[in-house]
């Protein structure tokens, strides 16, 4: 038997096992998936700031930015909160502002 070795990236499954974990909380599968893809995002951001890489945001604008967004409330995912907001669809994850579309995860 000749040995084959399966390379993925791992925000892929990231999405999915945190889509698939939102669906166990009673969120449909479309708020699902967009939360899904809020936690994908989040995971490499805050390592990159662990690292370094990125620079924290300072407090003045977080608190500016939090007031900006309206009726934002926040959705604990696999350890990660995940900034959501009621739209006529449904929960969707907020990423600069803007719901984040299931069908942008498809």
């Given at each position: 038997?000749?040995e084959?070795?399966?390379?993925?990236?791992?925000?892929?499954v990231?999405?999915?096992?945190?889509?698939?974990?939102?669906?166990?909380?009673?969120?449909?599968?479309?708020?699902?998936?967009?939360?899904?893809?809020?936690?994908?995002?989040?995971?490499?951001?805050?390592?990159?700031?662990?690292?370094?890489?990125?620079?924290?945001?300072?407090?003045?604008?977080?608190?500016?930015?939090?007031?900006?967004?309206?009726?934002?409330?926040?959705?604990?995912?696999?350890?990660?909160?995940?900034?959501?907001?009621?739209?006529?669809?449904?929960?969707?994850?907020?990423?600069?502002?803007?719901?984040?579309?299931?069908?942008?995860?498809?």
């Open positions: 038997m000749t084959r070795t399966v390379l993925i990236n791992r925000a892929p990231l999405t999915l096992w945190a889509s698939t974990v939102a669906e166990r909380l009673g969120f449909d599968q479309d708020e699902a998936l967009s939360l899904g893809k809020s936690v994908a995002g989040l995971t490499p951001q805050s390592r990159g700031r662990r690292l370094g890489i990125y620079k924290p945001v300072p407090q003045e604008v977080k608190k500016v930015r939090a007031r900006k967004r309206g009726e934002e409330f926040l959705i604990e995912i696999c350890g990660r909160s995940v900034p959501a907001i009621n739209t006529t669809e449904g929960v969707r994850a907020v990423s600069k502002n803007k719901p984040i579309e299931a069908m942008s995860v498809e």
